[in-house]
């Protein structure tokens, strides 16, 4: 293995890592969470005997997908995918070669350490993304990119071991007991910020304290303290007037508190109002400071909250982790590296995988924003006049292209800043948003040829 396998794999403890876990953490930091990084991977690992300029890299991304272009490659894309990625993370080494001209040029061979099974990933997770269309390995693993140390696929990848580990569920706690145990020991925070991002993305799904938590709790005091009269919220108030009914020293459960609240303020919102006793249940928390935690059923402050990998994608992410860890056991290694030639060498899998990455990628979004801004002038000038959802309906038919309405409001308003469309008021629909029509300046129609 080269020197720069050293590179990017900070999230692996040196003292706790061996040199299998070094390349996987590397391979899944700087390979796995890109079809395309993948697809580029395994030609070169496919090919030990050839050097690869970046032209080169970027000419068999774009050939081996067939036509139409699924994802067209930029001049740079080959050059920057093996500077930034493979390189790194001691996939290929860098090394010089003449080029048609006679210049000397960077270009980049398999390196011969793990190439079998790199080989065998790189066809594993395109057979993977193959076979859930639903999730890129993009959204599963996240982006390199990091101003830290941390490297978030690996991170994602051990997130999801742990969960696995115990059913596809584990407290906040234990799954950073979990991350410790497997050598990522990091602030509960940084985990967190994961655990929200894959649940956006419907990956994973939080189970909060709000939903069955039911905290036995200590009346200590019954006075507004450090608070604006005027800004509590009805609901704080109402929780207030239910502790003085009960009077101090009372031990009493957050849900017969909120009925005695809600009995005394029937306008009180019932949500709210557990929402504001559970958090002031929190040890940590001073958001009633008339109240004190006395029982909290045997769960931890940072056990209150759950997380659980999606029922929706439980198969993909097990299968995910079982297929890696089989590899590293030495089995189905051979198979993958057949595999990985097949797909390589199938235009239509290729397609099928570029064309789920495309849609995936932050990147390819910014790339295209051109496209989907002269498609929405055609879709206006075609229908003379369109609303925001004539927009949406007529680019979701003509060009397959499904998108919000917030992102046809945004190109309108690009639209409108040329100078070449106009807007008219047609109804107002609520006190707070008008409804449009766009239509094209008279010079910008369509000249009547009859």
């Known amino acids: 293995m080269t020197a720069e396998m050293g590179r990017g794999l900070e999230a692996v403890p040196a003292e706790r890592a061996n040199p299998s876990e070094q390349l996987l953490a590397g391979f899944i930091n700087g390979v796995a969470n890109h079809e395309r990084k993948l697809a580029l991977a395994a030609i070169v690992l496919a090919h030990p005997e050839r050097e690869f300029s970046g032209a080169d890299g970027s000419y068999e991304l774009e050939q081996r997908q067939g036509k139409p272009l699924a994802w067209p490659s930029q001049d740079a894309t080959g050059k920057q995918y093996f500077e930034q990625s493979l390189e790194p993370v001691g996939a290929v080494v860098k090394i010089s070669k003449r080029d048609e001209s006679g210049r000397i040029v960077p270009a980049f061979v398999a390196e011969p350490s793990g190439r079998q099974l790199r080989l065998a990933l790189c066809g594993f997770l395109m057979d993977w993304s193959l076979r859930y269309p639903d999730l890129s390995v993009q959204q599963v693993y996240g982006g ?13 990848h051990k ?18 007991a979990v991350m410790d145990d497997v050598g990522y020991s990091r602030p509960l925070s940084s985990i967190s910020i994961q655990v929200r991002s894959l649940e956006r993305l419907g990956i ?6 709000h939903r069955g938590y039911n905290p036995l709790v200590e009346i200590i005091g019954t006075e507004l303290v450090n608070h604006n009269f005027e800004m509590i919220s009805t609901e704080t108030r109402a929780i207030y007037d239910a502790m003085r009914q009960e009077g101090i020293g009372t031990q009493i459960l957050a849900s017969d508190l909120i009925d005695i609240a809600k009995a005394l303020d029937p306008t009180a919102d ?38 659980k990998i999606s029922p929706d994608h439980l198969p993909a992410i097990t299968a995910l982790v079982l297929g890696i860890e089989t590899l590293f056991s030495g089995r189905n290694v051979e198979h993958y590296q057949t595999v990985a030639k097949q797909i390589i060498d199938d235009p239509a899998a290729i397609n099928a995988l570029f064309a789920k990455s495309r849609a995936a990628s932050p990147t390819a979004k910014r790339e295209r924003r051109p496209e989907l801004i002269n498609q929405t002038a055609e879709v206006i000038r075609a229908l003379g006049e369109a ?21 046809a409001r945004d190109i309108t308003k690009h639209l409108l800043a040329t100078g070449a469309f106009t807007r008219a008021k047609v109804r107002q629909l609520n006190v707070t948003r008008q409804n449009y029509v766009y239509k094209p300046l008279a010079e910008d129609l369509p000249t009547d040829q009859n």
């Not at 990091?146 to 690996?154: K, L």
């Not at 997130?159 to 950073?176: D, F, K, R, T, W």
């Not at 949500?271 to 040890?283: C, E, S, V, Y």
């Open 159 to 176: 997130m999801y071991a742990g969960l696995l580990l115990n059913g596809g569920v584990q407290s906040v706690a234990g799954l950073e």
């Open 270 to 307: 019932e949500r709210r109002l557990k929402g504001i006793l559970n958090d002031a249940a929190n040890p940590t928390s001073h958001a009633i400071p008339g109240l004190q935690l006395v029982d909290s059923g045997g769960l931890k402050h940072n056990e209150f909250s759950r997380v």
């Open 387 to 407: 609303t925001l959802v004539d927009i949406v309906e007529s680019l979701a038919e003509t060009t397959g292209r499904n998108i919000s309405i917030t992102l």
């Open 204 to 209: 994973l799904q939080k189970i909060t304290k």
């Open 144 to 156: 390199t990119n990091s101003t830290t140390e941390v490297r978030v696929p690996w991170v994602r």
